[in-house]
């Protein structure tokens, strides 16, 4: 059995920053470094009928670009339709969102691979059950985490109470990626640099505005995004 020292998990300040987007990014990285990747996305609410199976765009997204082959399900082991919140989204499917089972479902894809890229769901703080979120289950790991900052306004209030909570739990926060996503937004420079000044870790790149590529909902990856993006500044690659 691996330990869980080579897997990252993508959180961001907010539903809709990017996080699939820098996820994939990651996930190429590592595949560009001869590394086994296997993606999980643990809960994913917003989904459709594909194939006659219920199945997340951002799911598939992460699935399409792994190099392991992996079934839907090894990806995305609790999925539901609405686009709601993944606790009231399983309340409502009268799911329980099992602990144990997902940690049996990273350590799968973690004994196949050399690396997992784990994406969260909406903000880091979001309920996974009436008693434990996201942020509890990931604090559990103690995995590196990166922070998806989108940069519009009030991301400096957003991003400094994540960045506040993972230190009061004091996980290891790899680092942290901006990306645009508000093409009018104000102070763009000024922002980053507040968040420069609070947030002890690597920037590991800030993403300008590229359309509607830089939004995780749009279910779109840009390929440019890799220019902007630097993540041999990562404590975890190897030099």
């Given at each position: 059995m691996k330990t869980l020292n080579n897997t990252l998990f993508v959180t961001g300040t907010d539903t809709g920053v990017g996080k699939t987007c820098i996820s994939r990014a990651l996930v190429d990285y590592f595949v560009s470094q001869g590394e086994r990747v296997a993606p999980l996305k643990p809960v994913a609410s917003g989904s459709a009928i594909r194939d006659g199976v219920l199945q997340n765009d951002d799911a598939l997204i992460l699935m399409h670009a792994a190099n392991i082959a992996l079934e839907y399900s090894a990806i995305n082991p609790y999925v539901f339709k609405e686009p709601i919140a993944p606790h009231i989204a399983a309340a409502k499917s009268q799911v329980q969102i099992d602990i144990h089972y997902l940690n049996q479902c990273h350590q799968r894809l973690a004994d196949k691979a050399d690396r997992v890229i784990v994406e969260g769901?909406?903000?880091?703080?979001?309920?996974?059950?009436k008693a434990l979120s996201m942020a509890d289950w990931v604090a559990q790991q103690q995995w590196p985490v990166i922070l998806v900052v989108g940069l519009r306004l009030g991301c400096i209030n957003h991003a400094r109470l994540t960045y506040l909570d993972m230190m009061a739990k004091k996980m290891p926060l790899a680092g942290w990626v901006v990306n645009t996503i508000d093409a009018d937004v104000l102070e763009s420079e000024a922002i980053i640099a507040?968040?420069?000044?609070?947030?002890?870790?690597?920037l590991l790149g800030v993403v300008p505005w590229l359309g509607n590529g830089n939004k995780a909902e749009e279910a779109v990856f840009t390929?440019?995004?890799?220019?902007?993006?630097?993540?041999?500044?990562?404590?975890?690659?190897?030099?």
């Open positions: 769901a909406g903000g880091w703080q979001v309920p996974l059950t507040d968040l420069l000044h609070f947030i002890k870790a690597p390929p440019d995004m890799r220019q902007y993006l630097d993540f041999s500044l990562l404590p975890c690659v190897r030099r």
